[in-house]
């Protein structure tokens, strides 16, 4: 019918139906209870028993029928015309009854209410019309027969007004009901759309977040508290057996909430986390906050403000250094090529070669930190680029070393700058190579990309069957100028972690099962802006 009706598929207007059909059902039984007794005869005196008993009948068996048959209306058309039915029948009782004083003008306002809260505007006012017709009518054509029904005419007026007042009232009504609702529903779209925004911003902060309740069962977590906790599934899990060094941490801050907390490590390989915790109270219930802060990126912050300063100076003095640093190694190269020289002396003339060449090289790798290259990432195929970077390592490795390729199924794909992941991964695979041939005859590495479930990233693993990287040492091999290797520079791991998260990737060292080292590259998305 029009914009404003009701829409029949909502759940308020199928009880609003339920409630109809009911009303008329109701009406029917007692009416039918009523002609089956030996009341009607008293209360009906001017109507026609015997047809107003027929149309008692036919008013339950037709009601029966629509609602067996029409439970259910799915258009607009299908209700007015039952409305439209019900009130002509109604209208009939209304004239075998007798006219006003048989009461049924009462049960043809409360037809015509109930019907405009589903029927709107013009076609409920179209049944309050035909209904306030009717019974006005039909009172007058009784008064021909009996004229003590002349009397009956200022009622049944009145019933004829209140069709229209009950029509213009319920129809009032349920547009204010309905634009109520409406207004409820989009407050509640906007307070669903902003409940999944903040889950969203919570899950995407860097920051970790807990809600611990009483007992330090974990209500609420987001992705990088369970990432810097290093535990996946705390959701319901009471935190003690997770993080003993935090409960302690809360504990503390229980007893003196004003001290600031102390740092602590989930693992020896583990971020620095200084926690913040905040008391939440909700009524009887009380609740902790807690906020976990990565002190690492912060150090590794200040730690690449030193390396910059130390890049600018070391470019403004390389000349300086280089220069004598070129003729000293000449000079030892010329002086180690000399007959008379002793033995013990060429040994220390190839120390003096040794060591000039590492300084030279610790120059280069300081160097790169202050000249390194704006980053220029594009959309990579990384099985296609693995392939090709294996078969070119492969022809320049000697016959005991070997590179080994594994790669998952479907397609993976990332964001990176192809010449920096091949200068990250020629130093993994190198090291690789080495720490493997330390305890093996022949060096071997694997490459494994897959699919990680957890981000659902592409992620590659460089996997050697070495010795393995010590406990002690675990939390400071992305340190600049960190080595174990008397001939290491100790910029290599950390140059290829710059490079890394210059491409929005993350480097991390996992100890691999059964021995050996497993270094891990999570990409970026392949759609994430840079």
């Known amino acids: 019918m029009t914009a404003e009706t009701l829409s029949l598929a909502t759940p308020q207007a199928q009880r609003i139906l339920r409630l109809y059909h009911l009303y008329r059902l109701s009406i029917g039984i007692l009416l039918v209870l009523l002609i089956s007794s030996s009341m009607d005869a008293e209360l009906l005196q001017l109507a026609d028993i015997e047809l107003f008993r027929t149309g008692c009948w036919l008013y339950l068996v037709f009601n029966i029928l629509v609602v067996v048959l029409l439970e259910r209306p799915s258009r607009q058309g299908q209700l007015f015309t039952l409305a439209m039915a019900d009130a002509l029948t109604l209208c009939a009782l209304f004239y075998a009854g007798g006219g006003a004083p048989s ?289 070119d390592l492969r022809s320049r490795l000697s016959a005991e070393q070997s590179v080994h390729l594994e790669t998952g199924d479907g397609t993976l794909t990332t964001r990176m700058d192809a010449e920096q992941l091949q200068q990250v991964l020629t130093n993994l695979v190198q090291n690789g190579l080495r720490y493997s041939g330390q305890l093996h005859e022949k060096a071997q590495v694997w490459l494994k990309l897959f699919h990680d479930p957890h981000s659902e990233l592409p992620s590659l693993e460089v996997l050697d069957d070495g010795p393995g990287v010590a406990t002690e040492h675990l939390t400071k091999i992305f340190e600049p100028f960190f080595t174990t290797e008397s001939k290491g520079t100790g910029l290599g791991l950390y140059l290829s972690r710059e490079l890394c998260e210059s491409n929005q990737a993350n480097l991390d060292y996992t100890p691999r099962e059964g021995g050996g080292s497993c270094m891990r590259i999570t990409f970026a998305h392949p759609f994430k802006l840079s």
Not at 134 to 159: C, D, E, K, R, W
């Open 103 to 391: 009461g049924i003008g009462n049960l043809i306002v409360a037809s015509v209410a109930i019907s405009n809260v589903l029927l709107r505007q013009r076609s409920g006012l179209l049944i309050a019309a035909v209904s306030a017709i009717g019974i006005i009518y039909l009172t007058f054509f009784i008064s021909y027969h009996q004229p003590a029904a002349a009397n009956h005419f200022v009622q049944a007026g009145s019933l004829g007004a209140l069709c229209f007042a009950a029509a213009l009232l319920v129809q009032t009504l349920a547009r204010r009901l309905q634009v109520s609702e409406d207004i409820a529903e989009k407050r509640a779209a906007d307070v669903d759309n902003l409940e999944q925004l903040n889950a969203l911003i919570l899950q995407r902060m860097r920051t970790g977040i807990l809600v611990l309740d009483s007992n330090r069962q974990v209500l609420l977590a987001n992705q990088s508290a369970l990432t810097l906790l290093g535990h996946q599934h705390l959701l319901g899990e009471v935190i003690d057996p997770y993080s003993p060094q935090l409960v302690e941490r809360l504990r503390q801050w229980l007893i003196n909430p004003s001290m600031a907390s102390r740092s602590m490590t989930t693992s020896a390989i583990g971020p620095v986390l200084r926690p913040g915790f905040i008391a939440l109270t909700r009524g009887s219930h009380r609740h902790t906050l807690v906020f976990l802060d990565d002190l690492s990126q912060i150090s590794q912050q200040a730690q690449q403000l030193k390396l910059a300063a130390l890049g600018r100076l070391t470019a403004g003095i390389a000349h300086e250094i280089r220069n004598p640093l070129g003729a000293i190694s000449h000079a030892a190269q010329l002086l180690h090529e000399s007959e008379e020289l002793s033995g013990p002396d060429r040994r220390l003339s190839e120390i003096i070669q040794d060591q000039s060449r590492r300084m030279n090289l610790v120059i280069e790798n300081v160097l790169q930190l202050s000249r390194r290259r704006q980053t220029e990432p594009h959309l990579l195929d990384l099985k296609q680029w693995l392939e090709r970077f294996v078969s």
